[in-house]
T-cell receptor, first 110, second 115 residues
């Protein structure tokens, strides 16, 4: 079993749609969680950190459920520019050794 | 302010050869981590360097080795290349981890093709 698991998709949605990505992690000792965005053939870039209390950044909302070992990302009012791969990430020891999921591909269509 | 720079951007090698990839961290960063990203997969942690020493290592064979220099730059060496080593190799830098400031900045990567 992979330490961080995501549905690879692809998710094909129309502009303006709301889309949710889910992710599970197996290491209960994991302390920090993130969502990274990766455009085709580019490097991953931090989208947002994920906290138990939930956090929002504009159209993006991330949530962490430690009891279920589950992380989510909600994107509202999807834009064409949101098309990318979204990587769910856990830092099991808070030391910068990041464990990445496979990534979920989002394609927003006009 | 330059971000993380990696070289070369692309290279082609044949099985059995050796390769060296280079990374300069973001200004002010002192910790360098290396990741391997195969096509269609998420990045996998290779190892991390701090104060010129390997501090953590992922599940990679000894063919993968590295080095960090006094100026914080780093090299990744892979010996006896296999076809399966074909991947995007990403370097990421950060501030010293124990401070909790563990947000990584990634370079654009070195794309290695092994024939």
């Amino acid at each position: 079993r992979k330490e961080v698991e995501q549905d690879p998709g692809p998710f094909n949605v129309p502009e303006g749609a709301t889309v949710a990505f889910n992710c599970t992690y197996s290491n209960s000792a994991s302390q920090s969680f993130f969502w990274y965005r990766q455009d085709c053939r580019k490097e991953p870039k931090l989208l947002m950190s994920v906290y138990s209390s939930g956090n929002e950044d504009g159209r993006f909302t991330a949530q962490l459920n430690r009891a279920s070992q589950y992380i989510s990302l909600l994107i509202r009012d999807s834009k064409l520019s949101d098309s990318a791969t979204y990587l769910c990430v856990a830092d099991s020891s808070n030391t910068g050794k990041l464990i990445f999921g496979q990534g979920t591909t989002l394609q927003v269509k006009p | 302010d330059a971000g993380v720079t990696q070289s070369p951007t692309h290279l082609i090698k044949t099985r059995g050869q050796q390769v060296t990839l280079r990374c300069s961290p973001k200004s002010g960063h002192d910790t360098v981590s290396w990741y391997q990203q195969a096509l269609g997969q998420g990045p996998q942690f290779i190892f991390q360097y701090y104060e010129e020493e390997e501090r953590q290592r992922g599940n990679f064979p000894d063919r993968f080795s590295g080095h960090q220099f006094p100026n914080y730059s780093s090299e990744l060496n892979v010996n006896a290349l296999l076809l399966g080593d074909s991947a995007l190799y990403l370097c990421a830098s950060s501030l010293e981890i124990s401070s909790g400031a563990n947000v990584l900045t990634f370079g654009a990567g070195s794309r290695l093709t092994v024939l």
